[in-house]
């Protein structure tokens, strides 16, 4: 497919060019006086088209973010200048092809571009973007949203892959990275300075195709899926994914700070896992909840026929549905529950609760439609087992959605959800300020965002009284 025929450069997927600052954001509701801080979003946005095909997942990062300072909104978006970027930047064209082409290992820049494009964490007084596929984590200064350089934590990590995991309790980063090649899997601890504190590396068969991890009070969790690299193509330098229905996922618990060779496995039914959205001890068992996917590639022939109408975007097809999975530490035992029928991505909760019992998640509903869009958020209560839905007006979609919250709430769900929505007829963008605690109401304030802004990745919510605190780079 050329990169023009690509439903991922289409509409609201298509990329914006122009990088702006607009203070006082015309307000429609009720402006949130007790919401002080941050929004941030990352995503994909191709500033020269790749060579080949296009995937929605290639494309040079941008930041849109919307900060709340003393009763005023304002909004500003910012491409991460990566070295990739850079170096496009000066040659005037592309210089990778995307991601669903055969990567070209003779580019002395390296077979893969490094986008950091995916994915945004804050720790230790530093916005940090990340990349999925494992690439050098960037930092972005707040609220200007400019590049500032890289974290390598004094040298000593070179990459790190999306969806690091911050503890609330201690401020650890716990983080992952992986590779084609080995040591597939490497993870790391960095405390709450933002100083490496652990590092080890997991054994594993072969190369896999990790997305996220969970943490608890005193583990950390990964997922050996399913679905991974083939390794026989691989062998042959082609980046051809298979789900290997015969297989089983593994689900791996190492202590917070113990060694790779501490890890034990847990074997669960054959899946896919792009999100996590919490895991805490419960006594002798760890319990996980997430979004899992039992049929998870697209154009499988074992797909069963009929059923939902689910998105693809390339070869990966998304029909994820709420999950749990119990690991019972004594026995092995490993119990799975489906909790949710709805197709829902984009999880996230009260990340003041993060490794902790949780009781609410919010997930985006996925529309019935052949792209990914978002028509709605879910709000769990995974006490009870009840859903409470708000639904975007007819044509417009949000996004993945955070949880802020109100200055000085304790309450899990005392806050406000953040996200960007958007027309897809006419690309006019707000800012939606929802009520976490009353999530099916209409909206508490919309944010009018002078120019378009395209669907994207994940975002992160920084209130004010960290913003406060930046913390230089340290020497590598």
């Keep these: 497919m050329a990169p023009s025929e690509s439903p991922y450069l289409a509409g609201n997927y298509a990329p914006v060019h122009t990088e702006i600052d607009a203070p006082d954001l015309v307000c429609q509701g009720a402006f949130p ?4 801080g941050m929004f941030v979003r990352n995503g994909a946005n191709p500033r020269y088209a790749p060579r080949g095909r296009h995937h929605w997942f290639d494309g040079d990062a941008m930041l849109h973010g919307v900060h709340f300072d003393g009763g005023r909104a304002a909004y500003r978006n910012r491409w991460v200048r990566t070295s990739a970027f850079l170096a496009e930047e000066q040659a005037g064209e ?13 580019n002395p820049r390296g ?18 973007t990340l990349w999925w596929l494992g690439g050098e984590a960037y930092v972005v200064d707040v609220p200007s949203l400019e590049t500032r350089g890289t974290e390598t934590f004094g040298g000593k990590v070179k990459t790190v892959s999306a969806h690091p995991k911050v503890c609330p309790v201690t401020g650890e980063m716990m983080f992952f990275d992986y590779k084609p090649y080995p040591p597939y899997l490497t993870y790391g601890v960095a405390n709450a300075a933002g100083e490496l504190a652990h590092l080890t590396t997991v054994d594993l068969p072969g190369p896999r195709l990790h997305h996220d991890m969970a943490i608890t009070e005193h583990f950390s969790i990964f997922l050996d899926m399913s679905m991974r690299w083939d390794p026989k193509l691989l062998a042959e330098g082609k980046t051809r994914v298979g789900f290997f229905r015969d297989e089983p996922t ?18 669960a039914s054959p899946c896919y896992m792009y999100h996590t959205i919490n895991a805490w001890e419960d006594g002798d068992r760890i319990v996980l909840v997430g979004c899992k996917i039992d049929n998870p590639l ?13 998105p693809t975007i390339g070869f990966l097809r998304l029909e994820p549905r709420l999950h749990r999975w119990t690991f019972d530490l004594v026995t092995g035992a490993v119990t799975e529950e489906r909790l949710d029928d709805t197709l829902g991505e984009f999880p996230r909760m009260d990340s003041r609760r993060l490794g902790l019992r949780s009781r609410y998640a919010y997930t985006p509903r996925l529309a019935a439609a052949p792209t990914l869009l978002f028509d709605a958020v879910t709000k769990y209560d995974l006490d009870t087992g009840r859903s409470t839905v708000h639904r975007y007006p007819a044509g417009r979609y949000g996004g993945e959605v955070v ?15 953040l996200t960007f929505v958007a027309d897809e007829a006419s690309g006019a963008s707000e800012l939606y300020v929802l009520d976490a605690a009353h999530v099916a109401e209409e909206p508490l304030a919309r944010l009018r965002i002078p120019q378009r802004v395209p669907t994207g990745y994940h975002a992160w919510w920084i209130p004010s009284t960290e913003m406060n605190r930046p913390r230089a780079l340290p020497a590598a």
């Design 403 to 417: 949880f802020a919250p109100r200055a000085g709430s304790r309450a899990e769900d005392d806050g406000y959800l």
């Design 111 to 128: 077979p893969f571009k490094d986008t950091s494009n995916t994915d945004l964490a804050f720790h230790a007084g530093r916005l940090l």
């Design 298 to 310: 697209a154009g499988d022939p074992s797909n069963p026929a009929g059923g939902a109408t689910a």
């Design 33 to 36: 006086r007790d919401l002080e």
């Design 250 to 267: 593994r689900f791996g618990i190492l202590p917070r700070h113990g060694q790779g060779s501490a890890i034990r496995w847990f074997e």
């Design 94 to 106: 592309p210089l990778w092809s995307g991601v669903t082409e055969r990567p070209d290992f003779t």
